[in-house]
């Protein structure tokens, strides 16, 4: 979570921070205060820079294990393979099956193979890469902002288009920004600008 003075900490350190009854926690960095809001402190804003970071080390030993847990699609074979947009290990069938379905075949996915003869940093750089195509939901870790609120104005992701946003008309979030570089553009050509006045 992220304090007033832009300092991070997990969740469970502030949380041994406040002290019962106060409404503020003192940054143990800088001294500086932040006042905790009504709904505790869980409902501090998250680093999200430091959760992916956090998200990728774990992916990046997920895939360079000699020993990696069991394929996440059949919980039974051996991964051969690794998924970014899905987040999941995948054996030979489950990657052959996962790559032939067209709503899949777009996903950005590697061997493990690849992965373990890859540099850590260039390894880190297409995780990075494909993290950063679809950003991760504030309220769900574990899903990316794939669709757009059009009743709230705002990306969210799939668990959100079935629990808070239940009921909104969503779009996916790439036809959206499409929408948006369009009006912008449109907007802009309202506006003529000289080179003199820039």
């Known amino acids: 979570r992220i304090l007033s003075c832009l300092h991070s900490y997990c969740l469970q350190c502030i949380t041994k921070l406040h002290v019962e009854g106060t409404t503020s926690i003192t940054c143990p960095t800088c001294n500086q205060s932040t006042t905790i809001p009504d709904e505790g402190v869980s409902s501090l804003p998250r680093n999200v820079r430091l959760s992916e970071e956090t ?18 699609s059949c919980d039974e074979n051996s991964p051969i393979a690794y998924c970014t947009e899905c987040d999941n290990l995948l054996c030979n069938k489950c990657w052959e099956y996962h790559q032939g379905l067209k709503l899949l075949r777009s996903h950005s996915s590697f061997t493990l193979k690849k992965a373990q003869n890859m540099s850590r940093d260039k390894l880190i750089k297409m995780l990075h890469s494909s993290f950063f195509s679809s950003p991760i939901c504030h309220d769900h870790d574990d899903h990316k902002l794939s669709f757009y609120c059009q009743q709230c104005t705002i990306p969210v992701c799939v668990k959100c288009t079935i629990i808070s946003h239940k009921g909104h008309p969503v779009d996916e979030v790439s036809k ?9 553009q449109q907007g802009l050509e309202g506006f003529p600008v000289s080179q003199e006045h820039l």
């Open 55 to 72: 998200k990728q080390d774990k992916i990046v030993r997920k895939v360079t294990s000699t020993s990696p847990p069991p394929c996440d």
């Open 176 to 184: 959206q920004i499409v929408q948006n570089k369009e009006e912008i």
